[in-house]
Structures are given as structure tokens and as C-alpha cells.
């Protein structure tokens, strides 16, 4: 008999709190990297080709885990954004525009085949890069990027059923400025449909997440597609600016903050360009008393802590009806003390890296604002890394509907915590930020599911789950989190022109 | 000769259901074609837009709540009025240039819009929402939800037909409108909230301002309560950019859709509903 067995700790049950930790140490289980390959540099991707940036710098990418230099990239300027528009301009005049939708389809189904093989490195890449968990870049970010292209590469040859009474028609080239939070998975969002459409793209990745893009590009020259059909180009936010204000592109299609999306919109005020932006949200979370509550922390938990609350569309303040606050926040607590923070790259790991040194002290800032407007903050106690960005799942409760914390996105993992009386209140609460991405509702009566749903102001209502994506399912926001839809039938809106 | 001197109509503004003067207390001349005086028209300021946008605001969560086929009813009720003032509309679209025959092919044009969005209302729905089949244990459905309050700026020379078809697939949707009339000819649009007023739209729902478009666009397309802005009529190009530049500050949407012919076949249009709807994806678990 072992040691183990000899002590005096009791199996759980319903009714005590789950105890992992003091009984059982997780041994590391890491994703070996020994088949991955990172270049020490990846250049521009530019009508099919990698090429030099013209002004020859480079910038590093860090791994947030380990704040390790991982690979440099090109940095592109206005000459290369300029290179890049003319090749995707050449390629949709001459090629892309003109192919049938059954050959455009054909190559999106050959690159999404082509993902699938190759899942398992751009799963390890993305987590190496961004800091998330492998078991999230696994399961869920590199099969839904599989599975966008498939979705979409049905579609390039059956557009005129999407949109009755009209001709649909490819808008030309389009200029895409993706995240770092999702950065594979949005490269997808974007070039599927755009694809699909019969456009040709220059898309930039974030520029602390830009492996994965590259290592795209390598796989779209694998697939044969046809060269300046998608150019990828790296750099900051005044290589976007570069693309934003570029005087042959005919469409930006952005996800980012509400912030920057302004400045797109603005900057592109009465140049004609169509847009569509998808933004910052605030997602608030209605749990009624009727509400399953085990079956809700569960999907609390993965609202605010999946992918460390980088998430736009994150369950970051939740609303709780009056008589079950002290219930749902202790068993949050419970809940929250079972997470283990650390190694992305750790198959055990549930909550990874914040994704860089901005976006730690982003968050940094607002805990202590939190602390500043009178919150009271509970962090699980787990132990953390030393190396590298990383915070605790962090509650926030005894705040206000005022408070900065609830106001503001925060993009980190940081729930606040407020109540209601009535569902008028908490629909009103819910409503109450410049935001309109996404909501939640917990209750177990159907009836109150759609009649709360009807009244959030936002493009996502999850009801009694949180968090889930689908390629067939249209994304996006109201109000200031956006404006056109992604994923869908209703996504191939934002890239075609109807006649 | 009858010795009855008419009785000359003040025409007021249509805010919250109430026909209001200007906030400012001005006013500017509207003439006829003959460029003898017509009226004195309001001459609205940023207040007014501000008190419009307010009382469209309030409008809003009753009027969406509204179920499809009420407003359907609504917007037929709405036909119905027009039919039977189309005398004074004949006369008032007389007064601008219209000719007897045009002018009533402008009120025959303008009731058949109103049917023909009336129509629509329970229908934009079913053809423009879906059932997603999601790969995983989950429900999922897609509707269509009015993008709230919408600023529009009303043909300038169609002041009936092309005001009623601004306004039909704006509210058709479960929208409520701040309207700024054709400035030169707005008469026919304080008639027109004489009709919507006795047609059982609620108050707020429909709000018409008169007054100079330099003046006002400014401040509809920096309201931080209006959603989405709509004009058909060519702007000049620094008003374009000053709208679009504005909208950015709330993420307005700005529909701009040139109907040259308000008669044309692709002057009316499902798609005219839909420039003003948001897409909200439902999702829900599937199991026991």
C-alpha cells in the first residue's frame, strides 16, 4: 500500500470542495516543440514570394512565457505595403476575379485539408507566440481555422444563393489588420470569406503574433495558390496605417480595439473604401436564480478565463440575481483555486500568458483601478511562474456600474461582480456600456432566455453557455463593438458589392 | 367669389408625437414654384435635434417590441391616411411644380411604398435570418434587430415619395427616425406627420425637422445617440467626409443610397430594411 493511500484525506464529494491540489502534484506535461521549426528571421510575403522589407529592419517576438526572443520579423513600410497592393491588385484583375468559383473554392478546400495536416505545429507556433495554452491552440483555435476555410470554400461556388434579388460581385482588394489574441484563427475569419468572394487580400497579423501568418504563407505557396492572392506583411501600427490609408485598396476589414477602430473609420472618412470593423466588447453575463449553477460557473469560468480573457468577446462582467450571490461567488472561488496557471505549452495548463509586456501592464493598471474605485479583488492563490507575464484569475466585486472596471475593457482575466433584483435591472445593467458584442444568460425557464435575449443590445446572446464559435455562425457587434458580421452566411456580406 | 379669407397653416415641427415650433424661435421662408411665399417653416437648431434624438431614443425599445404584424398594420394604417388626404398633398406637391397628373402619380407612388414595406414587415425575417448548424451540441439561430435610432436626411426633390420611402423600411424594421425634410419643399413632410399622427404610430417613433442641411448634418452625424445615419441626395464632398468623420466617434453606421428615380423598380427593396438591422446569434446547449 502506498503512502498515498495511507492518509487520512476523504475522496470529495457533492458537498465539500474539490481538493486537488493538496493530494496530487500535476507532473509537467509539455508539448514537445523537437518537430517544429522557427526561422531565426521571416521575411515579407509579397506576390508569392518572401522578400526583404525595403528598409531592411527587423523587430524581435518575444515568448510571453518565457519572455525569450523567439524569431525577428521584416518590418514593412510604404513601399512594401505599396509592392504588396499591386500584386494582390494584378492578381485579382488577372487571375482571381476571373476563376470560377468552383476553382477558388477547390484551392480554400486544399488549403483547409493542408491545415489539418499540419495542425499540431501551428497549434505548438500559436502557443509559443501568443502565450496561450496548448490545450486551446489544439482544440480549439487551429480546428476552427481548419474549418473556416472548409466552410467557406463551399461557398465560392454558390454566391448567388446568398443574397436574394441580387448579383453578388467581388469588391477588389482588401486590406485585413488582424489581433494577437486569436492570430491564426482571425487570419482565417479574414481570408476565407474574402477568398471565397473572389477578392484578393494584404493582411497583417499583430506584431507580437506573427508567426503563425508566416508560416500560412508557406502553406499557401504549398498550395499552389496563385501568387499575390494573399500578401502578408508585418509590422506595427504605422504599417497598418500604411495599409488604412493605401489609395488602391478597396475595402479594410479590421479587428481590434474600438480605439484604433475609430481611427480607421475615421481615416477613412469620405475615401469611398468600405469597411467593416469588429471591436471591443464588455460582455455581461446574467445569472438568474433559476439558473443551473454548477452548470454556470462552469461557463463563467471559460468566459472569462478562456485564452486569459483575451478574448473580445470575454464574459467579463457578470451579473448576479440577488438571493444566489453568496452561492455563485464562493463556488467561483472554488472553481477558480482549481486553475492552473503556467506553461502554455503544458497540456495541464488551463490559463496561459498574458500575451505581452503592454498587455500585462494594461491589466496591471486596472487592478489597481479597481482597487482605486473601491473593489474588492480575490486572486486564486495558485503559484505562477516567475519568468514571464502572467496574473491569477483575478475577481472584482463591490463595484458599479460607473466604475472604470466595468466600463472598459480590460482584455484580461478579471471578472467583475454585480447584482440585480429584477430582469428589467439586469437587462438595463447589461446594456449600460458603449459596447454590444456579446452577452450571456444563465436560467433554466426557455421563456426568459428569449425574452432577455431580445433585450441585450448585442450581435452574440449565449444562453446557458459561453464562449463557443462556429464557422457557420455570423460574429460581430452593435453599437461600438463594431459594425458587419463575420462567419456565416451573413459574413460573405462584408466582401461581396450586390448589383 | 366667396368672401371667406383662408386660414393659412403654421407649420410646426413633429417631435415625440407633438407638433413643436423650433426650440429657437427662427424661422425661414419656403416659396413655390412662382417664388411667391408659401410658409414659414421652422428653422431647427442642435437643440431640437438633440430633443428629437431623445424622444427617438425613448421610442425605440416599444416600437421594437412591437410584434412584425402590428407593424405591418401600422404601416398599412399609415396608406390608408395618405389616401384619404391625398387632396392636400396633391395640392401642396401642386404648389412646388408638379403638375395635376404628377402630382397624383407622386401620392399614388408614395400609398403603394407604404403597402409595399407594410408588406415586408413579417417577412425581411424569414428571408434574410437563418438557422446555423453549428458542429457542436448547440441551437443556433440568427435574427435580425433594428440598429436603433437613425438619423435621416430627406430628399431634396422628391418631397413626398422619396420622403415616404426613406422613412417606410427605416421604421418597417422596428427603428425609430430623427428626419431633417427637404429643406426647400418640407411642407409636404409636416402634412405627412398630420398623417403618421393619426395613424397609430407611437409618439417618437417618427421625428421631422425642418431646417438647413449645412447647418444640421453636422450635428446628426455627431449625436452620440443616433446609430446610423441615411441621405440619398449627392453631398458635397467635404460633407461626406465631416459625416463620416463624425460617425467614427460612435461607430455610426452611414447608409448612403443614391435612388436617382424614386419610381425606378430598385427604389424600394428589402435590402433598404436591412442596411438598418444588426445580426444577433443566438446560441443554446441541445441535450437532456
Known amino acids: 500500500m502506498s503512502e498515498t493511500t495511507e492518509t487520512t484525506y476523504k475522496p470529495t464529494s457533492p458537498n465539500s470542495k474539490l481538493d486537488f491540489a493538496s493530494v496530487w502534484e500535476y507532473d509537467p506535461a509539455p508539448e514537445s516543440t523537437a518537430n517544429v521549426k522557427v526561422k531565426e528571421r521571416y521575411e515579407l510575403f509579397i506576390d508569392g514570394k518572401f522578400v526583404k522589407p525595403s528598409k531592411g529592419r527587423y523587430f524581435p517576438s518575444t515568448n510571453p512565457a518565457t519572455k525569450e526572443v523567439i524569431t525577428e520579423f521584416a518590418e514593412a513600410t510604404q513601399n512594401d505595403i505599396d509592392q504588396a497592393v499591386k500584386a494582390a491588385r494584378k492578381a485579382f484583375k488577372n487571375e482571381w476575379s476571373s476563376l470560377s468559383g468552383k476553382t477558388r473554392g477547390k484551392y480554400l478546400y486544399r488549403i483547409a485539408r493542408m491545415l489539418q495536416e499540419r495542425a499540431r505545429e501551428f497549434a505548438i507556433l500559436e502557443s509559443m507566440d501568443g502565450g496561450k495554452p496548448i490545450r486551446e491552440s489544439r482544440d480549439v483555435d487551429i480546428p476552427l481555422v481548419a474549418a473556416h476555410f472548409f466552410y467557406y470554400a463551399g461557398w465560392a461556388d454558390k454566391l448567388e444563393y446568398a443574397f436574394p434579388g441580387k448579383t453578388p460581385e467581388p469588391i477588389g482588394v482588401c486590406g485585413q489588420i488582424i489581433p494577437w489574441n486569436f492570430p491564426l484563427l482571425m487570419l482565417a475569419w479574414k481570408i476565407a470569406p474574402a477568398l471565397a468572394c473572389g477578392n484578393t487580400v494584404v493582411l497583417k497579423p499583430a506584431e507580437t503574433t506573427s508567426l503563425t501568418a508566416l508560416k500560412f504563407a508557406e502553406l499557401v505557396q504549398d498550395a499552389g495558390l496563385p501568387s499575390g492572392v494573399v500578401n502578408i506583411v508585418t509590422g506595427a501600427g504605422q504599417t497598418g496605417a500604411e495599409i488604412v490609408n493605401h489609395k488602391d485598396i478597396d475595402k479594410i476589414a479590421f479587428t481590434g480595439s474600438t480605439g484604433v477602430g475609430k481611427l480607421i473609420q475615421k481615416s477613412i472618412a469620405g475615401t469611398g473604401k468600405k469597411f467593416t470593423l469588429e471591436l471591443g466588447g464588455k460582455g455581461a453575463m446574467i445569472i438568474f436564480e433559476d439558473a443551473p449553477v454548477d452548470q454556470a460557473v462552469e461557463g463563467i469560468i471559460n468566459a472569462i478565463f478562456f485564452n486569459q480573457g483575451h478574448v473580445c468577446c470575454a464574459g467579463s462582467r457578470l451579473l448576479v440575481q440577488e438571493g444566489i450571490v453568496d452561492q455563485v461567488i464562493r463556488k467561483l472561488q472554488d472553481r477558480m483555486e482549481m486553475l492552473i496557471v503556467g506553461d502554455p505549452l503544458d497540456k ?63 482584455f484580461g482575466p478579471v471578472l467583475t461582480v454585480q447584482t440585480f433584483r429584477t430582469a428589467d435591472e439586469a437587462i438595463t445593467k447589461a446594456n449600460n456600456t458603449q459596447y454590444g458584442l456579446a452577452g450571456g444568460v444563465w436560467t433554466d425557464k426557455g421563456s426568459k432566455i428569449f425574452k432577455v435575449g431580445a433585450g441585450l443590445r448585442s450581435g452574440v446572446v449565449w444562453a446557458n453557455t459561453y464562449n463557443k464559435f462556429d464557422p457557420t455562425s455570423p460574429f460581430g457587434g452593435y453599437k461600438e463593438s463594431g459594425v458587419g458580421r463575420e462567419g456565416g452566411l451573413h459574413g460573405l456580406a462584408a466582401y461581396v458589392n450586390l448589383r | 367669389m366667396s368672401d371667406h379669407l383662408e386660414v393659412l397653416k403654421t407649420y410646426k415641427m413633429y417631435i415625440g408625437g407633438n407638433f413643436p415650433r423650433t426650440e429657437s424661435g427662427h424661422y425661414y421662408k419656403v416659396f413655390d414654384s412662382e417664388g411667391d411665399l408659401l410658409a414659414n417653416a421652422c428653422l431647427a437648431s442642435r437643440k431640437d435635434v438633440r430633443d428629437a434624438v431623445k424622444t427617438a431614443r425613448g421610442a425605440f425599445t416599444g416600437w421594437k417590441a412591437r410584434n412584425a404584424y402590428n407593424r405591418g398594420q401600422i404601416l398599412y394604417r399609415i396608406g390608408e391616411m395618405l389616401e384619404s388626404r391625398r387632396g392636400q398633398f396633391e395640392k401642396e406637391l401642386s404648389q412646388v411644380g408638379f403638375s395635376a397628373n404628377e402630382a397624383e402619380a407622386d401620392v399614388n407612388a408614395a400609398i403603394d411604398r407604404l403597402i409595399y414595406y407594410a408588406g415586408w414587415t413579417d417577412k425581411y425575417q424569414q428571408v434574410f435570418g437563418s438557422v446555423n448548424p453549428v458542429a457542436s451540441s448547440h441551437f443556433n439561430f440568427s435574427l435580425l434587430d433594428p440598429t436603433g435610432v437613425v438619423a435621416i436626411l430627406a430628399p431634396e426633390q422628391s418631397p413626398l415619395l422619396g420622403l ?37 404610430v407611437p409618439g417618437g417613433v417618427v421625428n421631422i425637422l425642418t431646417g438647413k442641411k449645412e447647418d444640421l448634418v453636422e450635428h446628426f452625424s455627431a449625436h452620440m445617440d443616433v446609430n446610423a445615419m441615411l441621405y440619398t441626395d449627392a453631398l458635397s464632398g467635404g460633407l461626406t467626409k465631416t459625416i463620416e468623420e463624425n460617425a467614427a466617434e460612435n461607430i455610426k453606421r452611414i447608409i448612403n443610397n443614391p435612388v436617382g428615380d424614386w419610381y425606378a423598380e430598385d427604389a424600394q427593396s428589402p435590402y433598404f430594411i436591412t442596411d438598418f438591422q444588426e445580426t444577433k446569434t443566438t446560441w443554446h446547449p441541445v441535450g437532456f
Open chain 1, 348 to 410: 495541464n495548463t488551463d490559463v496561459g500568458a498574458i500575451n505581452s509586456e503592454a498587455q500585462f501592464e494594461t491589466v496591471n493598471k486596472y487592478l489597481q483601478i479597481g482597487l482605486d474605485e473601491g473593489a474588492d479583488v480575490y486572486q486564486s492563490k495558485c503559484e505562477i511562474p516567475e519568468n514571464g507575464y502572467f496574473i491569477r484569475p483575478t475577481l472584482l466585486t463591490n463595484v458599479a456600474q460607473s466604475n472604470r472596471v466595468v466600463q472598459e475593457e480590460i
Open chain 2, 164 to 200: 415616404v420611402s426613406v422613412i417606410a423600411p427605416v421604421i418597417a424594421g422596428g427603428n425609430t427616425c430623427v428626419v431633417l425634410a427637404s429643406e426647400n419643399h418640407p411642407l409636404s413632410s409636416i402634412t405627412f406627420a398630420e398623417v403618421l399622427n393619426s395613424s397609430d
